[in-house]
């Protein structure tokens, strides 16, 4: 192939979803959150499942932890986001986030950071607990130290800077 | 997106595809909830290959991170080596995380918008609408297929010719939003 070719595609979904009939928005986010009310409760003992285990094999009274596979915790982590809808407004997510993305940077670096690790365990936990309860500027304070946490030892992860 | 605005996608045939079977049964639910009727559910890259092979879709959303193959891989299959049904279909990539090694990977496979994990309904919503009126053109070269990257192309900086054939005439003021990428 040589050069750039540029053109329009006429996509069905543009026909169809913007033609007639239908339902409203409104109407449609009604029915899709009562559809999620049914895995909501599975969600919840997903993330309780995750946590557990992330805390059964990474906690810091975990003696064998810094021979255990450090990739794991990445995907532990990974599988809290997968299934966070289930504790929406709780900042589980963004935690969860933070952790991959600590365990992302250490990765790549070759370091294991295991005190921020640890913040970021009992932070997870702390959420699942009480982060529905909390307001959104306790959310955005507990958060934001995990950010601290973050670029103080280990670095930033939208940079790469140390 | 307003409350009131109407999307019929009774007719939409959907492609899922995720290797977490809640993750899989979740958005299924969420699109069924939104009137689909038609939804395939792949639970690997493998597996959706054979779908695309055989039927036409309407509408593919991908989870960005899957052993074996991830979403970015199977979505630049889809726009390189795909039966033509299936080669511009819109496409939806679902990420939890993305790994600084993918970044790029992300930007450059070819897909029509990324989304973060997790995927509220409403974002879901917001994003089929956007996708069933993005007109952006399709680019097809040897480092990229996919839609036009940058979302509104307002010609060269004043004073500068174009590179490009379709580029606004010369001395279009800048005000240096909109170019998003380069393609």
Same mark, same amino acid.
């Given at each position: 192939? $040589?050069? =750039?070719?540029?053109?329009?595609?006429?996509?069905?979904?543009?026909?169809?979803? @913007?033609? #007639? %009939?239908? !339902?409203?928005?409104?109407?449609?986010?009604?029915?899709?959150?009562?559809?999620?009310?049914?895995?909501?409760?599975?969600?919840?003992?997903?993330?309780?499942?995750?946590?557990?285990?992330?805390?059964?094999?990474?906690? $810091?009274? =975990?003696?064998?932890?810094?021979?255990?596979?450090?990739?794991?915790?990445?995907? @532990?982590? #990974? %599988?809290? !986001?997968?299934?966070?809808?289930?504790?929406?407004?709780?900042?589980?997510?963004?935690?969860?986030?933070?952790?991959?993305?600590?365990?992302?940077?250490?990765?790549?670096?070759?370091?294991?950071?295991?005190?921020?690790?640890?913040?970021?365990?009992?932070?997870?936990?702390?959420?699942?607990?009480?982060?529905?309860?909390?307001?959104?500027?306790?959310?955005?304070?507990?958060l934001g130290g995990l950010k601290k946490v973050m670029l103080k030892r280990v670095g930033d992860p939208t940079t790469g800077l140390a | 997106m307003l409350d009131s605005d109407k999307l019929n996608l009774e007719r939409i045939a959907f492609l899922l595809v995720d290797d977490n079977p809640q993750s899989l049964h979740i958005i299924a639910q969420v699109v069924t909830g939104f009137g689909v009727r038609k939804v395939t559910k792949c639970g690997s890259a493998r597996e959706a290959r054979a779908a695309i092979h055989n039927i036409t879709f309407d509408f593919i959303l991908t989870d960005a991170q899957m052993p074996e193959e991830d979403g970015y891989s199977l979505v630049r299959w889809i726009r390189r080596s795909a039966p033509e049904h299936n080669r511009f279909v819109p496409i939806v990539v679902v990420t939890g995380h993305t790994r600084q090694s993918q970044v790029l990977e992300a930007r450059d496979c070819g897909v029509h918008a990324l989304v973060a994990k997790p995927l509220t309904p409403k974002v879901l919503l917001e994003r089929i609408f956007w996708t069933a009126r993005d007109d952006r053109k399709f680019i097809e070269c040897d480092a990229y297929i996919g839609p036009d990257r940058r979302f509104h192309s307002i010609g060269p900086p004043v004073g500068m010719a174009g590179r490009r054939a379709d580029d606004p005439p010369e001395g279009v003021p800048q005000d240096g939003a909109g170019q998003t990428g380069e393609n």
């Open positions: 192939m $040589s050069g =750039v070719r540029k053109f329009k595609v006429k996509s069905r979904l543009s026909t169809l979803a @913007l033609g #007639s %009939g239908g !339902i409203t928005a409104r109407e449609a986010l009604k029915r899709a959150d009562a559809a999620i009310e049914s895995v909501r409760g599975d969600c919840l003992v997903m993330i309780d499942e995750r946590i557990a285990e992330i805390e059964r094999r990474f906690a $810091s009274t =975990v003696p064998g932890r810094a021979s255990d596979r450090f990739e794991d915790l990445y995907d @532990l982590s #990974s %599988g809290i !986001i997968d299934v966070a809808l289930g504790l929406p407004e709780s900042g589980i997510d963004h935690a969860a986030r933070a952790l991959c993305d600590l365990v992302d940077l250490s990765l790549e670096r070759g370091v294991r950071d295991w005190e921020a690790v640890d913040v970021h365990i009992v932070t997870l936990r702390l959420l699942r607990g009480s982060g529905q309860a909390f307001s959104q500027a306790q959310r955005d304070a507990v | -």
